[in-house]
């Protein structure tokens, strides 16, 4: 199920899935660890170092609170 939602987004005009890097989940293991981040924010690191290695600075997302104290990316709330 979530390789078909993977693939359905691909699908979308203008987006560019990026691929997870065995070097994107050391940075995501190493900002958990300088962040004393739990297990259920290890997803929200490891966005944050995919983007890191990108050079996309903002992510909108409703959690923007998850993205507090990454240097290097902003989080907006498109709602708030």
């Given at each position: 199920m979530a390789?078909?939602?993977i693939r359905s987004i691909a699908r979308l005009r203008g987006l560019?899935?990026?691929?997870l890097t065995?070097?994107?989940i050391h940075h995501a293991l190493d900002q958990?660890?300088?962040g004393g981040v739990t297990r259920q924010s290890y997803f929200d690191r490891q966005l944050a170092a995919l983007m890191l290695r990108e050079g996309i600075p903002v992510i909108l997302t409703e959690n923007d609170g998850?993205?507090?104290g990454i240097e290097g990316i902003t989080a907006l709330n498109p709602f708030a």
């Open positions: 390789r078909e939602k560019t899935v990026l691929p065995l070097e994107s958990c660890v300088a998850d993205f507090a």
